[in-house]
């Protein structure tokens, strides 16, 4: 009998208090195991998100894995429970340990076929996709925020949150400070340094040069912000007038000349020298061609000048490393839209626990308020609570607005990678050298180039799709399209 762990993870502590997720995550685990003849020698629980590194139980079995060589089979009920950052993934791989993953019908280990491995890698990919997805949801809340006047973060020098009411305020003790240093600078007689200098004299603080800046542009002390890139009238209580501040403005541009703008080319930024990884540069030569060439910053390079449209060939052929054949494309397609059903099953589960989750906590404030009418509890507590319990209120509706925006889009977003691997020499072959250069930049995150040849760095997960593309089982073949055929 095989020795095997089980790991399994709920994403908050909320979700372990209520019972929802361990039980029946190890309850599933436990009949796998027994199915299929596993000894259990250990179990790891976590109560964290996966998002945030450090997890302590996970961290644990990557050293019980190293230390017991006898266990190599590691069961979790599906990937995101598992990992939802390419760090953890590939640490796993390394340790040589084999995957099962039950709600998913797969086991991977190093023995897998390149295909199993190729959709468990775009799986990763999903599963980092929805993470991404929670931060828009966040973000979308917080811009609603915005749009209502309240600045949804943490203010500058002179103001402070105010927790209970959910706004801001000025801050009585540092404001009269925030003021002076606005009418100093107004005058035009300071420079930052200077004015650094006054308000340490005067107040007996010190302001680093480059935050006197920021909160001097700051429009937040004339009674607006900028939120994403776009201002809105705050409802807090301006600091300085429009006037005053406009004043602040007109000196600063006088103390800060604009700077000159450098000419853009397409492939600069993506090349570094493989003699003495310098950046690549370039550089115009007869008012007409465009040559790239190691900058020399560590002394004389035998890295040849190249001009921009030979270049532009040679990177063209990492795009043919990452081809995935018509039938693959159409098997992995068929794989990844199965899950569909699943992932929409799962989220009507999670709507059903928020919902469940919203009316407990609605029942505790209803009774809390008829204790306090009843003066069964002081008005301090049910302040204290109301606060909490309104937080939470929010937390959930939002959580639960949250699953409402998250649609099957994600397994779409890993087809059109796919999609995107298959056409992309195609594509690339029919662009401008800035196009090509916006291609190459989604599918690399750098690229080395000596006198030869090239060797490129794949991002996540297109370096997946190049590993198995090397392999020969599924390895593109000529055909009779125009597409690029195999490397």
Known sequence: MREAVLYARVSSKDQEREGYSIPAQLKLLREYAQRNEFKIVREFLDVETAKVAGRKQFG??????????????????????????????????????????????????????????????????????????????????????????????????????????????????????????????????????????????????????????????????????????????????????????????????????????????????????????????????????????????????????????ELGEKLGQTLKNIYIPDDVLAQLEKALLADTGHQERSQKQQHERLEQRLGFVRQRFERAYMDKLDGKISEEFWERKAVEWNAEEEQIQHAMRGLEEVKPERILDGIKILELANKAYFLYVKQTPEEKAKLLRMVLSNCSVDAVSLYPIYRKPFDLIFDRAKIKEWCARGDSNSRPSGS
């Open 60 to 309: 644990e079995m990557l050293i019980f894995f190293p230390n017991n060589p006898a266990c190599r089979v590691l069961i979790v009920e599906k990937t995101d429970r598992l990992y939802r950052n390419f760090r953890d993934c590939v640490t796993l791989e390394d340790l040589d340990v084999e995957i099962h993953l039950p709600k998913e019908g797969q086991v991977i280990s190093k023995d897998s076929k390149s295909q199993a491995k190729l959709v468990h890698g775009i799986q990763v990919v999903i599963a980092r996709n929805y993470i991404e997805n929670l931060r828009e949801e966040v973000k979308k809340g917080m811009r609603e925020k915005a749009e209502q006047g309240i600045y949804p973060s943490r203010p500058p020098f002179g103001y402070r949150n105010n927790i209970l009411e959910r706004s801001i305020e000025i801050d009585v003790e540092k404001a009269p400070l925030a003021r002076r240093m606005f009418e100093l600078y107004a005058s035009g007689k300071y420079s930052l340094s200077s004015l650094r200098e006054a308000l340490r004299i005067e107040s007996r603080q010190s302001f680093p040069k480059g935050y006197l800046q920021r909160l001097l542009t700051n429009p937040f002390y004339k009674g607006q912000f900028v939120w994403q890139g776009k201002i809105f009238r705050g409802t807090h209580t301006p600091l300085v007038s429009e006037e005053l501040f406009e004043r602040v403005q007109a000196v600063s541009r006088g103390y800060n000349k604009p700077k000159v703008q450098r000419r853009e080319f397409a492939f600069r930024g993506l090349l570094t020298c493989a003699y003495d990884r310098c950046a690549v540069t370039a550089e115009i030569k007869k008012n007409k061609y465009t040559y790239y060439r190691c900058t020399g910053s560590r002394g004389k390079c035998d890295l040849p000048y190249m001009r921009e449209e």
